[in-house]
């Protein structure tokens, strides 16, 4: 089968969420427009609802089309010499350190490649930091320290061959919804799950056993376990002695923190019954993985907790062998390709580091540059402070929204306000960080780009462009070489198209490497032009001198030797270190922040698309009954949360399972589509003190109802002005019209803002003053143009998907129009929330198919197809078949 094409002149790409890297299969004239690539070896044909509805965010609608210097549109000329002379002004004036980058893990390794030369080796700044600095730096850290280099050991197929599978911090089924489905598939007999999570979230529908421990404490449980491997003969001594170090001081450590089972159970909120299972299942299951993700990494001791899973694996010699060893799941689409090329700023390119002997000159000389920044350079937290001090006068923001993801992220929002110049990089228009920019440069977006991502597996794979791009948007490594060429590096950067970057890459990688780095794609630096462009997914390390058809190994360390000056892998010493942001009486609540099934980040792109908010379509905050009677909180009404000055307003979702005295909340919504819905207003600067990433699932507040006198739902036609005000609200995007969540704390007499809330004179109105209930519709020659809903009681204003459809009507029809305060079509069912977002299923439309004999998931499969696309809803069907079976009992 042809590389580049797959039938009908679809073209293989990945996508461009997680760090799972699916496959997908693009044609944008199809009436598939994207599909699963059966053949990509991390996905096999399957898709998330977020990755099967990519076509539906390549429109041009929301986009950033032209340069803007300062609020003026200008040619790119202009733009790129204001760039590169606010840059140079500033080495001048105030050194190379004023200037900063800040990446992400959304950019191709080609894009990350060139930002890294021309700051570090050109500029020679070292302040050259990415977002994956908030998600993966922690995991980085862990396996330098025990490996000697950032190196995931094993592969997803040791997910799938696992006896025992230990999820430890990692909601899969909503974080990583198409790796999760392939460690479901592969259930057996004898095959053990095990959960190590504060909440019971939708993944733990997997385990055979779900340890909801004290938030912070995983050091307490992993210490402990490397205890009760010692003291019950679970220790590989043979394999400690013939490849290890520091193991006696690692377990002296453990024993001081974790001494036996009861101690572990006491501090960590949990049976000891259940810890006593947990440690005889790793214990007598020789082919066990852990695979970690943000739970563990977002901590103040993020690292440690990565090494103490380590410490278990390196103690049972279960490192590089098939079904066993730690495992990473990353967060991003390149997040490790990012680390490749020195995406983080304590970091060089190739995998190489600032306090190696010899590294920072020899990548000086492979760029032919006189040398590279002293380094390292400040870590994104450190690095927004010493905007905000002054201290940094320039900063390139690009593909990411600190604004919104930073810890304290109305500090970093006043510190880009400070800053003389912020320049920004970005497919996305209105952000909360092009806000704040003096200079707009847009860039090309998934479908419009070309180049290559790692991902979690360190499976190399090309992002192929399939879309023309608009007239005026560039790709990121383009923008850059132009400015190199302005700062008078043109030579350095004389680049016509990315095989040109990815082959210098591999050949770094490579350069003056004797073995002490494990990173090297060598054998990729000869490609030609066609083979770069007809390139098949293939894991690193690839060495020779020419590219073979897979990498050399799916594991590394199957042999024992690491990359440590040694080659021995090293134990770590682990002392406990709990969350600093504690609850106190002035902030009685633990806040767990985290993300949702159907939405990305901080949302700029999946926002755009009206069926991934049909999940989740407001922020919310989670918690359990006790706690809701505790501070008099409502299910489905509003709550408020405040850390100091910072306030988040979600809707209450009761959750018997979520820990008492504890709350979660999503990350994802920003300033753009809510009041008060940025999480990150909620936690505080507080990091770990190896990797520097911030504490983000662990934040504290105070609760309390937010009450209000009216809540409502306002939907208008698409691009409307905004003529309404409220103190609680929340966008929505439809399909055919833009609406949104309202509410307020005053009564409102309502036909004397109707003009102004819908653009003109209402023409039905319906008024209930008892019950706090008002509709009202406009129509304009037989169309639509809008509707307001309002009660006092949020759960009685109906659900906007068929007014959405009404929008679309040329002329309404008679029957629509005499259901519009209605707000459903009578003589069809309302189908309810939306439950599966892949086809749109309600649970009303569950609940009658469950009523009708449907009692089990694949049954409601075969009847509504729910459950049969990603797979993510699987856990709520399972629910809510379990809440029928226990109403008819």
């Known amino acids: ?286 082919r066990t993985v852990t695979g970690f993700s943000q739970g563990i990494n977002q901590s103040v001791a993020g690292t440690d907790k990565g090494n103490a899973i380590i410490n278990c694996h390196l103690a049972t010699g279960r490192v590089g062998k098939p079904g066993s060893g730690p495992f990473s799941l990353t967060g991003q689409p390149n997040a490790m390709g990012g680390r490749e090329v020195g995406g983080l700023a304590n970091t060089l390119a190739a995998h190489m580091d600032y306090d190696s002997p010899g590294a920072r000159e020899r990548v000086a000389r492979f760029w032919g540059t006189e040398a590279v920044a002293n380094g390292p350079g400040l870590k994104a937290v450190d690095l927004f402070e010493a905007v905000h001090r002054g201290d940094i006068r320039v900063i390139w923001i690009m593909g990411t929204n600190p604004a919104v993801s930073l810890p304290d992220s109305a500090r970093v929002r006043e510190a880009l306000a400070r800053c003389p110049t912020v320049i920004v990089s970005d497919c996305v228009a209105n952000t909360d960080t092009t806000a704040v920019a003096d200079i707009l440069l847009p860039a090309a977006g998934w479908g419009e780009k070309d180049g290559t991502v790692t991902n979690s597996e360190r499976c190399i794979s090309r992002q192929r462009r399939f879309l023309p791009l608009p007239a005026e948007v560039k790709p990121d490594w383009w923008i850059l070489g132009e400015v190199a060429r302005r700062l008078g590096f043109a030579a350095a950067f004389d680049y016509q198209r990315p095989a040109d970057i990815f082959l210098e890459h591999a050949a770094l990688s490579g350069h003056e490497n004797h073995g002490e780095r494990a990173f090297n794609i060598a054998g990729l630096a000869a490609l030609s032009d066609q083979g770069y462009d007809d390139l098949a997914p293939i894991q690193w390390p690839v060495y020779g001198e020419a590219a073979p058809q897979a990498g050399e190994s799916k594991r590394l360390f199957t042999d024992g030797r690491f990359v440590t000056d040694n080659h021995r892998a090293r134990f770590v010493a682990i002392s406990t270190v709990l969350p600093v942001q504690q609850a106190s009486d002035d902030y009685p609540v633990v806040v767990n922040t985290g993300r949702i099934r159907d939405q990305w980040h901080t949302m700029t792109r999946t926002a755009s698309t009206p069926r991934l908010l049909t999940h989740r379509s407001e922020p919310f905050v989670e918690l359990h009954p006790d706690d809701m009677a505790r501070f008099r909180l409502e299910d489905g009404y509003l709550a408020s949360l405040t850390l100091r000055e910072g306030q988040f307003i979600g809707r209450v979702r009761k959750c018997s399972e979520q820990r008492r005295g504890e709350v979660f909340i999503p990350i994802h919504w920003n300033r753009q589509f809510a009041s008060r819905g940025v999480a990150t207003v909620l936690t505080e600067s507080v990091t770990d003190p190896v990797s520097g990433q911030p504490e983000a699932k662990h934040g504290r507040a105070a609760i309390a109802p937010f009450r209000v006198h009216w809540h409502g739902r306002l939907l208008v036609r698409r691009n409307r002005p905004r003529r309404w005000q409220s103190d609680y609200w929340c966008h929505v995007p439809l399909h055919h019209c833009d609406s949104w969540w309202l509410a307020g704390r005053q009564p409102m007499h309502w036909p004397a803002i109707l003009n102004d809330w819908l653009g003109g004179p209402a023409h039905l109105i319906m008024a209930d003053e008892a019950q706090r209930r008002f509709r009202a519709a406009r129509i304009v020659d037989g169309q639509l143009e809008a509707v307001l809903m309002v009660d006092g009681n949020p759960a009685l204003i109906p659900d906007a998907d068929w007014l959405d459809g009404c929008f679309a009507e040329a002329k309404l029809s008679t029957n629509s129009r005499r259901a519009l305060l209605a707000a459903r079509d009578v003589d069809v069912d309302d189908p309810g929330a939306i439950i599966c977002s892949c086809f749109q299923v309600g649970e009303h439309q569950i609940g009658a198919a469950i009523e009708d004999g449907a009692g089990s998931v694949e049954a409601l499969g075969e009847k509504l197809r729910c459950g049969t696309n990603c797979g993510s809803c699987i856990p709520e069907l399972r629910h809510l078949i379990g809440v029928s079976v226990s109403e008819s009992a």
């Open 1 to 286: 089968m042809d590389l580049l094409k797959a039938g009908n002149d679809a073209v293989r790409t990945t996508c461009p969420y997680c760090g799972v890297g699916c496959g997908v299969l693009a044609d944008p004239d199809n009436h598939t427009p994207v599909a699963g690539d059966r053949v990509h070896p991390a996905n096999r044909g399957r898709l998330c609802v977020k990755g099967a509805s990519l076509h539906e965010t390549t429109g041009k609608e929301g986009r950033l089309l032209v340069p803007v210097v300062r609020g003026q549109r200008v040619g790119w000329e202009q733009a790129l010499d204001e760039v590169a002379g606010a840059i140079r002004d500033s080495v001048r004036t105030h050194g190379p350190g004023s200037v900063a980058f800040y990446l992400s893990g959304q950019l191709l390794t080609e894009d990350y490649y060139v930002a890294n030369k021309l700051a570090k080796g050109f500029i020679r700044t070292p302040h050259v930091d990415t977002n994956s600095r908030l998600c993966m730096s922690s995991a980085v850290a862990a396996h330098k320290r025990a490996f000697g280099a950032d190196v995931v050991p094993g592969c997803y197929e040791d997910l799938e061959l696992a006896d025992l599978l230990v999820l430890a911090g990692s909601n899969a089924a909503w974080a990583h919804p198409v790796l999760y489905q392939r460690m479901k598939a592969a259930a057996r007999e004898g095959r053990r799950v095990v959960v190590i999570d504060p909440r019971r979230t939708a993944t733990s529908e997997l385990a055979d056993l779900h340890l909801a421990l004290r938030p912070g404490t995983d050091t307490i449980l992993f210490n402990g376990l490397l205890c009760w491997l010692a003291r019950h003969d679970g220790l590989d001594t043979g394999y400690i002695e013939a490849h290890c170090q520091g193991f006696e001081s690692a377990l002296e450590s453990a024993r001081a923190a974790a001494p036996d089972v009861a101690a572990v159970a006491r501090q960590c909120d949990l049976q000891p019954d259940d810890v006593e299972t947990f440690y005889r299942w790793f214990a007598n299951t020789p």
